[in-house]
Nanobody, 118 residues
């Protein structure tokens, strides 16, 4: 398991911005990409964005592609999610995930609540 700690969630008005951070506190040698997911109340987690450990490859959900940006600082072992023009429908718990070459399943952070008021 990779230990991940997220921060940066909170309450923001519609149209505002937040930056989420996720730091890995274990050996990251075999991590090949990191992802951000979100979970709406009563729903399954869905992918928001994913980035390769080297930062050279990113993918986004269609609903976030034009407003969110995922970046990584692999010296700091930290992945960021910059969220702009937030909408009430972005309200969810956001989770960081690490995909490790030697582990079958991704490791998850504890989640951070993002609430966007209208």
């Amino acid at each position: 398991q990779v230990r991940l700690v997220e921060s940066g969630g909170g309450l923001v008005q519609a149209g505002g911005s937040l930056r989420l951070s996720c730091t890995a506190y274990t050996d990251t040698t075999n991590i090949y990409h990191m992802g951000w997911f979100r979970q709406f109340a009563g729903k399954d987690r869905e992918l928001v964005a994913r980035i390769s450990w080297t930062g050279g490859h990113t993918i986004y959900a269609d609903s976030t592609r034009d407003r969110f940006t995922v970046t990584i600082d692999n010296i700091k072992k930290t992945v960021y999610l910059e969220m702009n023009d937030l909408k009430p429908e972005d309200t969810a718990v956001y989770y960081c995930a690490a995909y490790h070459a030697l582990l079958k399943d991704p490791s998850w952070g504890q989640g951070t609540q993002v609430t966007v008021s209208s």
